[in-house]
């Protein structure tokens, strides 16, 4: 079969689809341009399929390449007869490639090799083919010779190796035990320290877990085979008879198959594994990207801290800085109502609406400042979010946020991003390389080849089915816009700045070495709000506009945005050799909806008053949070009490859910439900079926005046009383608030 044959029959397409995407993709063509604009010409392959294509293609080549090496290797030995060719082109993958190659490949000089040097084949060949031969006529010298000849052959016969390689993975499983002396080193690991399951039943997560427990040094790993009787299965395929060949065959499954399986399946688990986690990565990354944006309102962003305090910033509705601060409402310097004051001041200067507070240190005494922010000022009108701080700290350090954000210190950057993230979480995270973004499983254990071409294919589909605004996008953001290298986009930007807004698509054709073929893929995803065509804010390609001028034609009308003249037509009469059905209904949705943002509205979640550490919480809450990771076993949701809880897949629905991500995805807004807090270990066990136990208390009317052990009024985080009111911390503040009109 050939390579398209292959991929056509594993996506269950036509190999003519294949071979049409696969000369657009040599051609230069990305995945989004294909998927959005060339549908006649691959027969509506959607963007998940030419992914998975284009992942196969690269393997395929691959092997064929390596089939290639292997076949100009055994000619020049003048080992490649007819029928080894014929097994070599059928093999199907690289596994199966290398286990033919195996005896023809080059090594050392082994025993066996020697042996034939010293002319024992023949002795060898003799044993094997008489089982009564009497072995007691040769020297021990001759026998071992004739042994490790044999040792080799067996444990390097492709067609048996592949058998019982499949049968151990059947038959098999793994068995974990908890090194000597390392029980509270690696208490994490607790769950394996007595562990046994089949290969064919390990989940990703515990297989990444098992594998890092033995990189730790914390568990002992064994791959068992099982009860099968794999010295008799080889013993059979070479119809050994005897004790002394018996007694080869053994000595062959101790110490050469077992071993080289036991590798073969260690591979073959992390492999396994790592598809998973690099699928469940790129889901999550996807859902955090294309997260409902706040949209353009003016917004303040809060980096929690303690000792070094609160790192404040501003931002307009366009996103450039206006104010930044820094505030210390926390241990060790107490300045609460002084810091509240200082938030009043800003917000009610710049019109801020919205409250960002990062998820880190210090997070939930920062929103408790945010909630009285807002109770005390009720005339600011705003709304305070915690959003995600992941990647923050690297985007702050990072020659991007320098050269970005030249005149802030690398704290105060980290506030910009918080808050920034919430106003369009796309624009924000394409700064970060996405392994820092924080919502994969074991994701520092994974090829970084493997997962950054994932994770990059994810930013970059996201980026083009949302649609970029040239005239405000940033570098990065540019530079995952489909046939936008950074080059290019390093060039759009400075033209932008040396002459000023795009006003039009064919514009940026002026951009210096941005070509003919760059601008086909890129020109469909670039916006140009309020420019000269008002085609140019929509998803609508250039190429197509003249399908666009006889639709307006036919209407007799203004169709942008006219869904009443739009229905009144059908595509398939504007359809032609260039243009099809698929690529006319497109444009029809774009006129209707020009512009549209595929992102959900945006919505938050309210923290419970009074639940902000472990230990405030008790089996049967009832909460809201969000959540912000999800893995094969379950979801993990912020509940505001620094440790996020675990919701596993059994405890999601009635039904049986095989993947969590069918109920719930990153950014999502839940409530749970309260079933286990472990604070030892930091754990907390949640359920969103919130009516499995109707006798255990809610969180939905949280009690007041709670109180610490020994009866005394609970304390804020510094120690020290909170007044339900507090007043302006000195004279030149009360004075700032009443001029800002804050205060009496």
Same mark, same amino acid.
């Given at each position: ?7 056509? &029959? ?19 063509? %990305? ?23 284009? #992942?196969?293609?690269?393997?395929? @080549? ?76 040769? %020297? ?11 040792? #080799? ?19 098999? *499983? ?9 029980? %509270? ?24 877990a098992l594998f890092r427990g033995e990189k730790e040094e914390i568990l002992d790993l064994v791959l068992e085979p099982g009860e099968e009787n794999y ?18 065959? @053994?000595l062959t499954w101790k110490t050469r198959v077992l071993f080289r399986i036991g590798a073969d399946l260690r591979g073959r688990l992390f492999a396994t ?22 949209? %353009?309102? /003016? ?24 104010? $930044?601060?820094?505030?210390?409402? *926390? ?74 954000? /030249?005149?802030? &210190? ?23 390389? /996405? ?8 994701? *520092? ?18 980026? &083009? ?13 540019? $530079? ?20 000023? +807004?795009?006003?039009?698509? $064919? ?33 609508? *390609? ?39 059905? +698929? ?29 902000? #550490? ?7 809450l009832i909460l809201e949070g969000v959540v912000t990771n999800v893995a094969a076993f379950g979801a993990f949701v912020d509940i505001g009490v620094h ?51 109707? $006798? ?5 009317? +949280? ?42």
């Open positions: 079969m050939t390579v398209l044959q292959r991929i056509a &029959n594993e996506l269950g397409v036509r190999e003519r689809q294949v071979q049409a995407a696969v000369e657009l993709l040599d051609g230069g063509a %990305t995945v989004p341009f294909i998927a959005r604009y060339r549908k006649e010409a691959t027969e509506e392959l959607d963007d998940a399929q030419l992914r998975t294509l284009e #992942e196969r293609l690269r393997y395929l @080549r691959e092997l064929e390449e390596r089939r290639g090496v292997i076949l100009e290797s055994i000619r020049s030995q003048g080992k490649l007869d007819e029928a080894l060719e014929a097994q070599i082109m059928e093999a199907d993958s690289k596994a199966r490639l290398e286990d033919i190659y195996l005896p023809y490949k080059p090594k050392r000089r082994t025993k066996a090799q020697i042996a034939r040097e010293a002319g024992l084949e023949p002795l060898a060949d003799a044993i094997l083919a008489d089982p009564g031969y009497d072995v007691t006529a040769h %020297t021990a010298e001759e026998l071992d010779g004739a042994r490790a000849i044999l040792i #080799e052959r067996f444990s390097e016969d492709a067609d048996l190796i592949g058998a019982l390689r499949e049968l151990m993975w059947n038959r098999g *499983h793994v068995t974990s035990k908890v090194r000597e002396g390392k029980e %509270t080193e690696g208490a994490k690991f607790s769950d394996y320290f007595d562990f046994a399951e089949p290969f064919t039943k390990l989940p990703s997560h515990r297989i990444l010295e008799e299965r080889i013993a059979v395929h070479f119809g050994c008879g005897g004790s002394w060949l018996l007694d080869t065959v @053994r594994a790592e598809d998973e986690a690099v699928r469940v990565f790129a889901a999550n990354l996807r859902d955090l990207l294309l997260a409902a944006p706040a949209g %353009t309102r /003016p917004t303040l962003g809060l980096d929690p801290g303690f000792r070094t305090g609160v790192k404040v910033a501003v931002v307009d509705a366009t996103g450039k800085v206006v104010a $930044t601060e820094t505030i210390y409402p *926390h241990v060790p310097a107490h300045k609460w109502d002084e810091s509240l004051a200082v938030l009043a001041v800003l917000c009610q200067k710049h019109k801020v609406e919205l409250v960002a507070i990062g998820n880190g240190t210090a997070s939930r005494e920062t929103d408790k400042l945010a909630g009285d922010l807002i109770k005390k000022y009720p005339m600011l009108s705003l709304t305070k979010i915690v959003v995600s701080e992941a990647g923050a700290s690297v985007y702050s350090a990072s020659a991007y946020a320098s050269a970005e954000l /030249p005149d802030l &210190n690398v704290s105060l950057r980290g506030a910009v991003s918080i808050a920034r993230r919430l106003q369009d979480p796309l624009a924000e995270l394409v700064k970060i390389d /996405p392994k820092s973004i924080g919502v994969g499983q074991y994701q *520092h254990d994974l090829a970084e080849s493997k997962l950054s071409r994932s994770l990059d294919a994810v930013v970059e589909d996201c980026v &083009n089915a949302v649609g970029v605004d040239v005239n405000t996008a940033s570098v990065p953001l540019l $530079t995952r816009v489909s046939g936008i290298g950074e080059s290019l986009a390093m060039n759009i930007v400075a033209h932008r700045d040396a002459n000023g +807004p795009f006003r039009t698509r $064919t514009a940026i054709k002026e951009v210096p070495r941005l070509g003919p073929k760059a601008f086909e893929q890129c020109a469909g995803f670039l916006r140009i709000p309020d420019g000269d065509n008002p085609l140019d804010a929509s998803g609508v *390609h250039p190429e197509a506009y003249p399908v666009v001028r006889r639709i307006m034609q036919a209407a007799g009308t203004e169709v942008i945005g006219n869904s009443t003249a739009l229905r009144k037509l059908k595509p398939a009469d504007f359809a032609d050799d260039t243009f099809g059905i +698929p690529t006319v209904t497109d444009i029809f949705k774009e006129l209707e909806k020009p512009g549209r943002d595929p992102r959900p509205a945006f919505q938050t979640a309210t923290f419970a008053d009074g639940v902000e #550490e472990l230990k405030d919480l008790v089996p049967g440790q996020d809880g675990l919701v596993h897949v059994s405890a999601m629905s009635r039904t049986f859910i095989k993947d969590p991500r069918e109920v719930v995805k990153p950014g999502d807004v839940v409530r749970v439900k309260v079933l286990e807090v472990d604070i030892p270990r930091k754990r907390i066990s949640l359920t969103l079926r919130l009516e499995d136990d109707h $006798t255990t208390a809610s969180a939905d009317k +949280p009690t007041s005046g709670k109180r610490e052990p020994g009866g005394r009024p609970q304390q804020n985080r510094g120690g020290q009383r909170r007044e339900s009111t507090p007043a302006p911390a000195n004279s030149a503040m009360a004075d700032a608030l009443r001029r800002a009109g804050l205060s009496k």
